[in-house]
């Protein structure tokens, strides 16, 4: 069975130690990688995963066109090894009208968006002047909706916030937008609410299945701190959903790639709804843009 990773990270070689451990000081959580594209090639080979995108965040707007270029290297250079990546955008990034044109012209065929690394909320007028370049461009927008483990109530991303900042954009039934963890990390049932029957959107299963996994400093003192979603509910907004509209995502290296697979294929799905999670859903997307994405 092939599987796609629609939601990875990794760091460049020279930062990626460092990154990881300011990230866990944050979230108090363990990484399942170094995170390196080495590393992430391991886990894939553990995990009998076929593709990982990645999904790279710019904090600030100066990293913005040197993230892209980036990713445009790892989509030429990687792919062999089944490694493709998304682009960045930040909302202070002034010459997104261009940046996005350049990216889309050089094959990339998403960008993430982070309102809360990003320090700005998602229906903020320079997000959604993002958004509906991306629409008008037909690229991909993947982004960080809900909570975030590491910025206890930031509600920059929560899904009526999302809501506002797509339909100010110009949202439509042909858009691609993957709302990550599940529509809306611990905002789940607003998430349903709101977005299981609008058309374009889709959700991925990042970091939302079973439990996080501490770091062991103390800052969880119990199980229950680091629960997430369990079977049944997870199955409950997949029928929201539709099986058609949700995508296998990991968020390697903050979930390991080897349980994240293991976890969906125990859910009782029958094969046709396992075969769109894990791998068709994704391929279909991507490969609008890119039809050289699941050779």
């Not at 009526?160 to 963890?181: C, D, F, K, Y």
């Not at 079977?231 to 390991?256: C, H, N, Q, Y």
Request: glycine letters at 6%; one cysteine or more; a negative charge.
């Amino acid at each position: 069975m092939r599987v796609v990773d629609i939601h990875v990270h990794t760091f460049p070689e020279k930062i990626a130690a460092s990154a990881l451990n300011t990230l866990q000081s944050k979230s108090h959580t363990r990484p399942f990688t170094n995170g390196t594209i080495n590393g992430l090639c391991a886990s894939m080979r553990e995990a009998g995963i076929t593709s990982s995108v990645l999904q790279p965040v710019a904090t600030r707007a100066d990293q913005v066109t040197r993230i892209n270029d980036n990713a445009i290297k790892i989509n030429t250079q990687a792919k062999e090894k089944g490694i493709y990546s998304f682009g960045a955008m930040h909302p202070e990034f002034l010459n997104y009208d261009s940046e996005l044109t350049r990216i889309k012209a050089a094959g990339i065929c998403g960008i993430k968006l982070h309102p809360v690394y990003q320090g700005v909320s998602i229906d903020d007028e320079r997000y959604i002047k993002i958004l509906a370049r991306a629409f008008e461009l037909g690229l991909i927008v993947l982004i960080h909706a809900g909570w975030d483990i590491g910025f206890p109530g930031n509600d920059y991303a929560m899904p009526w916030r999302i809501s506002e900042a797509l339909r100010a954009s110009g949202l439509t039934s042909s858009s691609r937008v993957i709302l990550a963890h599940m529509g809306g990390w611990r905002a789940w049932d607003e998430a349903c609410e709101i977005f299981a029957d609008v058309e374009g959107v889709y959700i991925d299963t990042a970091f939302s299945l079973g439990r996080c996994y501490s770091n062991n400093d103390g800052y969880y003192k119990s199980v229950d701190e680091c629960k997430m979603l369990n079977s049944e509910k997870f199955m409950t907004i997949i029928k929201s959903f539709g099986a058609e509209r949700v995508l296998f995502g990991s968020d390697s290296p903050w979930a390991s790639q080897f349980e994240s697979v293991k976890a969906i294929n125990a859910l009782d799905l029958i094969d046709r709804e396992k075969n769109l999670i894990l791998y068709e859903n994704a391929e279909r997307l991507v490969e609008s843009l890119d039809p050289a994405f699941s050779r």
